[in-house]
C-alpha cells in the first residue's frame, strides 16, 4: 500500500500521530489537496442525482476554495483569537491537517444508494468534523481537545457564511 493510501487511512482511524506528520512534511500539501479532491468528487458522485456532472465539477471546486477558506479561518481563530504559550502554526500546516481529515468524506460515494444517503452523508460529515478537530489540535499544538473544539466552533460559521454567498453569487453549480 502506499504511502498515501496508509496516511490516508490513518488520517480516517483518527490518529493524532498521523495529524503530527503531515503538519510537520511540507510537502504533504499536495497530498493533502488530492484527499480534497477524492472526498468532494465522493460527494459529487454520492449526490449525482442532485446535480450530474456540472454539479461534480462545482462541488470539487467550491471544496477547494473552501478547504483554504476554512484553514485560513482556523489559523486566524486559532493563532489570533485562542492561542496558548505553546502555539506555533502557519496557514501551511493547517491547509495539511485539514486537509487529510477529509479522508472520511470518501465515504459519501455511498450515498448514492437511495435508502441509506442521507444517513451515509451525515456520517461521513461527523466522521470529518471529529478529525478536523484532532488535526486543529495538533496544528495548533493545543493540549486541549476543548480548545480545537472552540476554534472549529468559531469558525464553522464563517465557512458556512462563505459557502452560503457562494451559492448566492454563482448558484449551487453552473448550468
Not at 470539487?60 to 482556523?74: E, H, I, M, N, Y
Not at 485539514?98 to 452523508?121: C, E, H, K, N, T
Not at 478529525?131 to 486543529?136: D, E, L, Q, S
Amino acid at each position: 500500500m502506499s504511502r498515501f493510501l496508509r496516511r490516508m487511512l490513518r488520517a480516517a482511524r483518527l490518529e493524532a500521530d498521523l495529524y503530527e506528520e503531515v503538519e510537520a512534511d511540507r510537502s504533504a500539501i499536495w497530498q493533502a489537496c488530492f484527499v480534497v479532491v477524492l472526498a468532494s468528487l465522493a460527494a459529487g458522485i454520492g449526490s449525482f442525482h442532485n446535480g450530474g456532472i456540472p454539479g461534480m465539477v462545482w462541488q470539487t471546486g467550491a471544496a477547494l476554495l473552501g478547504w483554504w477558506v476554512w484553514a485560513w479561518v482556523t489559523y486566524m481563530i486559532g493563532t489570533r483569537l485562542l492561542p496558548t504559550r505553546e502555539t506555533v502554526s502557519d496557514h501551511g500546516e493547517l491547509l495539511r491537517t485539514i486537509g487529510f481529515s477529509s479522508a472520511p468524506g470518501i465515504l459519501r460515494i455511498f450515498a448514492l444508494v437511495d435508502p441509506i444517503s442521507g444517513l451515509v452523508y451525515f456520517g461521513a460529515t461527523a466522521w470529518m468534523l471529529v478529525a478536523m478537530v484532532i488535526g486543529v489540535r495538533q496544528a495548533l499544538d493545543y493540549r486541549s481537545t476543548r480548545r480545537a473544539i472552540a476554534v472549529c466552533a468559531l469558525g464553522f460559521p464563517v465557512y458556512a457564511l462563505f459557502l452560503a454567498a457562494t451559492l448566492v453569487a454563482l448558484g449551487p453549480w453552473p448550468s
